[in-house]
């Protein structure tokens, strides 16, 4: 049977979510195909639980760097497959055999990172602009999570639309039991969960909430995801501008976050630039009201189900905030819709989606 080497090195991350769910996913499909699935050592053991069926491999080279690009180019031709699937951008550029690449979207490409050195950083995102475009050329077919995607790398890369292949990921309810998070016990919060970097539009949900919150006193806003320099840097700021109610709750745990999203008046996603948005359709799956930028792929993947702003006007978010507090049919009638469309999507459908990929590849 034709072997299929899948590159599992960011399993565990958060953008590793789509690649857990799509080998376990394929191993549930049970195809008539041979898998070797490389991670990194921690995930292993998680790799081996979830798809028994599969070859799981050590693959232990970091990403964007020449460990990389010269020990799993050896790897991969030692394993000689007849289909490499790089589950993301970074990879050995000079791997020519057979590859299909997955392209999350051109973020990276466009944003700086200002808690990283601004000259090696942009050193290597000149290089990471590069790779994206000899991925997309030396690739035999690119997986995006979005039409929006496919149509920005199409443009960017300068290579045909007929080349990419939309599968939409999806979002899983939190199994867990809710377990509460100290101090917002009974408290009315807006919520955003997830990394601090600029893209993420964090300093303008801020400014928008302090005004919302000048007739919502009693309004918090929780910020969760790990605390890093980023997020001190916000915080700093806010008790700069002397801004209130507002709470970095760092790292939750899966039971937290549920309870998170079930207790929320409002998930607020005012990103400037995704690829799919899942934190939002999970959000949604739990049956928080959401409220979005209105930027790039988001009314793609939400719909109807969402009250979307414009990200770079502060009074905008703020009036769609306050709108939302005060008007309990709006309210309901997102959360109906949000269960309605977190539910056209499904990770057995994206799995499929990528077998079909597969066998087209392995006959081209």
């Known amino acids: ?60 080279f970091k990403e964007f760097t020449f460990a990389e690009q010269i020990g ?23 791997y020519h055999g057979k590859a299909v690449t997955t392209i999350h979207d051109l973020t990276t490409a466009r944003f700086r990172n200002p808690a990283k050195n601004q000259l090696v950083f942009g050193l290597k995102q000149a290089v990471y602009k590069l790779v994206i475009r000899i991925v997309a050329h030396k690739s035999i077919h690119v997986i ?49 969960v997830g990394r601090p970097q600029p893209h993420k539009n964090l300093q303008r949900l801020v400014e928008a909430y302090s005004i919302a919150r000048q007739k919502h006193p009693e309004l918090r806003l929780v910020l969760a995801g790990k605390k890093d320099v980023l997020y ?15 709470s970095l709750v760092g790292f939750v745990s899966d039971a937290q976050l549920k309870w998170l999203y079930e207790r929320c008046a409002a998930y607020a996603f005012p990103s400037l630039s995704e690829g799919f948005g899942l934190p939002g359709l999970e959000a949604m799956v739990h049956g928080a009201p959401v409220l979005s ?8 993947i939400y719909g109807d189900a969402a009250h979307y702003f414009k990200p770079l006007d502060v009074l905008d978010i703020a009036n769609k905030i306050k709108g939302l507090l005060e008007n ?20 057995q459908r994206l799995a499929e989606q990528t077998l079909d990929v597969y066998r087209k590849a392995l006959n081209t």
Request: hydrophobic share 40%; aromatic share 8%; proline share 5%.
């Open 144 to 192: 995006t999570p979005s039409k929006y995607v496919k149509n920005d790398v199409a443009q960017y890369a300068k290579i045909k639309p007929s080349k990419i292949t939309v599968t939409y990921e999806a979002a899983d309810k939190i199994v867990d039991l809710p377990i509460a998070v100290t101090g917002l016990t009974g408290q009315k919060f807006l919520l955003y």
């Open 1 to 60: 049977m034709p072997l299929i080497v899948i590159d599992a090195r960011e399993s565990g991350t958060s953008t590793g979510r789509y690649v857990d769910k799509l080998v376990e996913n394929l191993q549930k499909l049970k195809p008539d195909l041979d898998f070797i699935i490389l991670t990194k050592p921690h995930r292993l053991d998680f790799m081996k639980a979830i798809a028994p069926d599969f070859e799981v491999i050590e693959s232990n």
């Open 72 to 94: 799993l180019l050896k790897q991969l031709r030692v394993l000689n497959a007849d289909l490499v699937h790089f589950a993301h951008t970074q990879q050995p550029v000079l």
């Open 328 to 347: 309990a049919k709006l309210r309901s009638e997102l959360i109906r819709a949000s269960r309605v469309q977190a539910s056209k999507y499904s990770w």
């Open 232 to 246: 001190e840097r916000l915080e700093a700021w806010a008790e700069k501008e002397h801004i209130q109610g507002l």
């Open 293 to 300: 930028s209105n930027a790039t792929c988001l009314p793609e």
